[in-house]
């Protein structure tokens, strides 16, 4: 197998139709599908039975005997995958016909990158299903050397499900798990750890934000995650480390672990609680992020504001101002 795509699936029955249909229909033949149920309460389960008895050769469907999460499954995958590349899909989402063909193709004409990468777009529906971008599509991608520029990874998104990871890098390196946010140590990780990565800006991979479900709706209310950020960052940070490459990209590295966390801090503004809890959650917050990674204002206004939004980050140290910290 030339790409093996994994497929985490939790009642996602609305959904799982076109995720699969994108799949299914892709342009690189050489390519398998690991579809794993995690113990959905839906119909999730029996559509991908049907969808594997129609696509023998394509889909292969596990099952979890119990809710395990995300980067369990994910990881679970990874020792299922048997192509040079790897890629993931939420199946909520979906994907152009040609991209995994596309990334395939562009990755061995230009010697293996360890990582390639593609564009992101954020849809409310299916629309884009079955759209043709090839006439505004950069074919030929570009490619970029992590040690001579280590600050283009700072414009990439930490998901996973744009990219695709050669196996030999990522076999042994698995996500954290039970946790949310797993996708930013493990992408960020991988970055860092890359010699090469391949980019494109096309339109391949189609998120579907849903303000009322799934993790998107999370992030509007209370959140009993909210300190899982941390323990992603650490993660981010260990395999660095155990990699000899913390140091040589620490001021980069600091930066994500800030940023990210900070985009944390962000929802909290629009959650349903009294004023004084949401004063004490942000400044506990902020009081770990300049404990953990130091102070935020080290850093171009503009390069954090690019991940955390510039009024945000104004109202973020407006609130922690209140506390006399600052």
């Known amino acids: 197998m030339k790409v093996s795509i994994i497929v985490p699936v939790y009642n996602s029955e609305k959904y799982l139709k076109d995720c699969l249909d994108s799949l299914v229909n892709q342009t690189l033949k050489e390519m398998e599908i690991i579809a794993i149920d995690d113990a959905s309460s839906d119909k999730s389960l029996e559509i991908l039975k049907d969808y594997e008895k129609k696509h023998p050769n394509k889909i292969k469907v596990y099952t979890n005997p119990k809710n395990l999460g995300q980067g369990a499954t994910r990881n679970k ?39 390639v990468t593609t564009g992101l ?29 280590p600050r283009a990874i700072l414009d990439e998104s930490p998901s996973v499900c744009n990219k695709l990871f050669r196996r030999d890098m990522i076999k042994n390196a698995p996500f954290i798990e039970e946790r949310m946010w797993e996708d ?26 849903r303000a009322n479900e799934g993790v998107s709706s999370q992030n509007n209310q ?20 155990e990699a000899n490459k913390y140091e040589k990209y620490e001021y980069y590295i600091k930066f994500i672990q800030i940023a990210y966390s900070l ?7 629009s959650w349903n609680i009294d004023e004084k809890t ?16 130091g102070d935020w204002r080290v850093y ?14 104004e109202k973020i140290n407006e609130y922690f101002k209140k506390s006399r910290q600052l």
């Open 278 to 293: 949401k004063q004490e959650l942000i400044n506990k917050m902020c009081k770990l992020i300049l404990e953990k990674y």
């Open 263 to 269: 985009y944390r801090v962000t929802e909290i503004f």
């Open 77 to 115: 995958g990874i020792k299922l995958a048997t192509g040079e590349y790897i890629g993931f899909l939420d199946s909520d989402d979906y994907v152009s016909f040609n991209m995994y063909a596309k990334m395939y193709e562009m990755a061995k004409k230009n010697d293996d990158p360890e990582i």
């Open 121 to 149: 777009v954020f849809a409310k529906n299916n629309d884009y299903l079955r759209n043709n971008f090839s006439g505004i599509s950069q074919t030929k991608g570009n490619v970029f050397n992590v040690g001579d520029n």
């Open 222 to 241: 209370f959140n009993i995650h909210l300190f899982d950020i941390f323990e992603v960052n650490d993660f981010l940070e260990k395999e660095l480390r």
């Open 184 to 209: 930013i140590a493990f992408t960020y990780a991988k970055m860092f750890k890359a010699n090469k990565i391949l980019r494109f800006n096309d339109a391949d991979y189609f998120y579907r934000r």
């Open 300 to 313: 171009p206004k503009e390069l954090l504001s690019s991940k955390v939004g510039i009024i945000e980050l």
